[in-house]
Structures are given as structure tokens and as C-alpha cells.
């Protein structure tokens, strides 16, 4: 039944799937890969796009242009939030290579 939906129905229900579960659901057909696998990329590239972000949140502290918090409060949580999204951007990447999603050298 799963692999009768129209692709827009996949669309929405790719984008609803958490990340541990999402490669397995490229296993229904060959229209839940593809979706899958464009869901996986876009997922990567938001985690890349979100530790960059971070990063320069981080940069501006250590050049004194927040003083409203301590530093030690920022860099536990810089820390700990990257760490985070390193693990989850990791992940789904592991799973895609595992999976044969990753088609960029």
C-alpha cells in the first residue's frame, strides 16, 4: 500500500520521519529511496548550515560583542549544541554511504 501513494503524500511523510528512522523507509520502492535520500541531503546540509551558524554566534561572543551571559555558559552550551549536530550530521551521512545515497565524490 506504502508504495502506491502519490510522490507528494512521500513528500510529506519522508519530511515527518525522524532521523534513526528515515533510511529505513528508502526500502518500500524505488520512489521512497529517492525521496528519502533528498530528505537525507537536505537534513546534512541543514545541520552543516545550523554548525556554521554557531560557530560565528561563538565568534561574536569572543570578540566581546555579547556581555549580557558568562563565558563559561556560552562555551558549555557551543559545546555541547555542537557536539550534537556533529553527531546527527554524522549519522545521517554514515546512513547514506551505508545505503548508497551518497552519489558526490
Do not use: C
Not at 2 to 30: F, G, N, Y
Amino acid at each position: 500500500m506504502l508504495d502506491q501513494l502519490p510522490v507528494e503524500i512521500v513528500e510529506r511523510i519522508v519530511a515527518k520521519i525522524p532521523d534513526t528512522d528515515l533510511i529505513a523507509a528508502s526500502k518500500v520502492d524505488s520512489v521512497w529511496w529517492q525521496e528519502v535520500r533528498q530528505e537525507a541531503y537536505k537534513r546534512w546540509k541543514n545541520y552543516a548550515t545550523t554548525i556554521g551558524h554557531v560557530q560565528a554566534l561563538r565568534k561574536l561572543f569572543e570578540k566581546g560583542n555579547i556581555d549580557w551571559i558568562s563565558f563559561e555558559d556560552v562555551n558549555d552550551f557551543y559545546k555541547r549544541w555542537i557536539d550534537r549536530l556533529t553527531k546527527d550530521q554524522l549519522y545521517i551521512m554514515e546512513k547514506m554511504l551505508r545505503n548508497g545515497m551518497v552519489v558526490d565524490p
